[in-house]
């Protein structure tokens, strides 16, 4: 038996006969650009997240810089956001104009370390960016209490964070915005490419639904220069459907985090996730961390276990920002993690014995002595 790192027909199988009538719905209205479904979903989706509005926009990549131009974040502006993330988030704030400025990440937790934030800010910051990493909520409190004391907006970039809780509410409404992605494997995810912007402000959501329509209003009158980052109306009728299960799923995730928690516990020199005291996780992925990394994964290949490295170059060494002057060393505990860091399948619907089969494969590892049978590359 193999084990992939995502199984997307098991939910596509679990909402089959309530997601079919629906698509086949808007097959027949035509309605496919900003159709009655869309403002259904954003309708649902924000009260899911416990705010007052979200606005579909096409990806998540789309939602940071909607966000930030929103808030009218541009040119000369900094915005202060973690080293340890997808590209996504600093590109956003690239494509914006504004400069991403990298805080290294907390060890025990991968996400931003909010005792780092202060030491990188400047005049021209503008705001702070935090990401829920791996599903965890990032340390907002001391986030916020540094926005409000410099008077900073804080955009949560929630995009592997749906449903997660910090301190009993969900993330999506702790700053002036959040945005969440909506790409397949996300623990809500589209058939397709979509994502949402929440906010409690309906000046900014105003503003963000604008903003994805050409800069209008009433069709035709253009009052700023506008995208076109609709969520599209098939999207957001499967979305829909996916959201009223995505409870249930998350718990599904978090039970088998705690299988391999459980079952990985003493075993070789793995060190499995933690999880901050007052957090609900909703472990998009769930990331072990030893120093025999890469040997471990060639060995869960060959056993047909599916596992892949988020993120194996830290975004301050990436080719696409080598005129930002970043170097090697730069942050420290962002690069060790990179060296070291891998995600174990996880899905919702994954099964126990799924989880058993891929500890199994990584006790064996671990109990074969170093010297012998091939260390793959490098380890
Ligand atoms: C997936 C992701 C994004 C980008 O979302 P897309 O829908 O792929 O554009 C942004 N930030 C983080 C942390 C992500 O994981």
């Given at each position: 038996m193999?084990?992939?790192?995502?199984d997307?027909?098991?939910?596509?199988a679990?909402?089959?006969?309530?997601v079919e009538?629906?698509?086949?719905?808007?097959?027949s209205?035509c309605?496919?650009i900003?159709g009655?479904?869309v403002?259904e979903?954003?309708?649902?989706?924000?009260?899911?997240?416990?705010?007052?509005?979200?606005?579909?926009?096409?990806?998540?990549?789309?939602?940071?810089?909607l966000?930030?131009r929103?808030l009218?974040?541009?040119?000369?502006?900094?915005?202060i956001?973690?080293?340890?993330?997808?590209?996504?988030?600093?590109?956003?704030?690239?494509?914006?104009g504004?400069?991403p400025?990298?805080?290294?990440?907390d060890?025990?937790?991968?996400?931003?370390d909010?005792?780092l934030i202060e030491?990188?800010?400047?005049?021209?910051?503008?705001a702070?960016?935090p990401?829920h990493l791996y599903?965890?909520?990032?340390?907002?409190?001391p986030?916020?209490?540094?926005?409000?004391?410099?008077r900073?907006?804080?955009i949560?970039?929630?995009?592997?964070?749906?449903g997660a809780?910090y301190?009993?509410?969900r993330v999506?409404?702790f700053?002036a915005?959040a945005?969440?992605?909506f790409?397949?494997?996300k623990?809500?995810?589209?058939?397709?490419?979509?994502g949402?912007?929440?906010?409690n402000?309906?000046?900014?959501?105003?503003?963000?639904?604008?903003l994805?329509?050409?800069?209008?209003?009433v069709?035709?009158?253009?009052?700023e220069?506008?995208?076109?980052?609709?969520?599209?109306?098939?999207?957001?009728?499967?979305?829909?459907?996916?959201?009223?299960?995505?409870?249930?799923?998350?718990?599904?995730r978090?039970?088998a985090?705690?299988?391999?928690?459980?079952r990985?516990r003493?075993?070789?020199d793995v060190?499995t996730?933690?999880?901050m005291?007052?957090?609900?996780?909703?472990?998009?992925?769930?990331?072990?961390?030893?120093?025999r990394?890469?040997?471990?994964?060639?060995h869960?290949?060959e056993?047909?276990?599916g596992c892949i490295?988020?993120?194996p170059v830290p975004?301050?060494?990436q080719?696409?920002?080598?005129?930002?002057?970043?170097?090697?060393?730069d942050?420290p505990?962002t690069?060790?993690?990179?060296?070291?860091?891998?995600?174990?399948?996880?899905?919702?619907?994954?099964a126990?014995a799924?989880?058993d089969?891929v500890?199994a494969?990584?006790?064996?590892?671990f109990?074969?002595p170093?010297?012998?049978g091939?260390r793959?590359?490098g380890?």
């Open positions: 193999s084990v992939p790192f995502v997307l027909k098991w939910q596509m679990a909402i089959k006969a309530e009538p629906r698509v086949q719905a808007v097959l209205n309605n496919f900003l009655a479904e403002a979903f954003e309708k649902a989706f924000a009260a899911f997240c416990e705010c007052r509005c979200a606005v579909g926009v096409a990806s998540g990549l789309d939602a940071i810089k966000a930030l929103a009218d974040i541009g040119p000369g502006d900094e915005v956001t973690a080293a340890n993330t997808f590209i996504a988030t600093a590109l956003a704030v690239s494509s914006v504004a400069t400025v990298l805080v290294d990440m060890r025990r937790t991968f996400n931003i909010p005792r030491e990188r800010l400047t005049p021209r910051t503008r702070i960016l990401v599903g965890q909520p990032a340390d907002m409190d986030i916020i209490e540094i926005a409000a004391r410099r900073l907006r804080v949560e970039d929630a995009a592997q964070g749906h809780r301190r009993g509410r999506g409404g700053g915005a945005a969440f992605s790409y397949p494997g623990n809500l995810g589209a058939c397709g490419d979509a949402v912007v929440t906010t402000d309906p000046a900014v959501a105003d503003r963000v639904a604008t994805r329509n050409y800069g209008s209003r069709k035709y009158y253009h009052d220069r506008g995208e076109n980052s609709r969520l599209d109306t098939l999207q957001a009728t499967i979305l829909t459907v996916k959201l009223g299960r995505l409870d249930e799923w998350n718990a599904s978090r039970r985090a705690a299988w391999y928690s459980e990985l003493g075993v070789g060190v996730p933690e999880t005291n007052g957090v609900e996780h909703v472990f998009h992925l769930y990331v072990i961390r030893t120093k990394r890469d040997a471990l994964m060639q869960l290949a056993r047909g276990v490295i988020h993120y975004i301050h060494l080719k696409a920002y080598a005129d930002r002057g970043w170097k090697k060393g942050y505990e690069e060790s993690a990179a060296g070291e860091i891998m995600s174990l399948p996880m899905f919702a619907g994954i126990e799924q989880v089969e500890c494969a990584i006790r064996e590892f109990d074969r170093v010297t012998g091939p793959g590359h380890g």
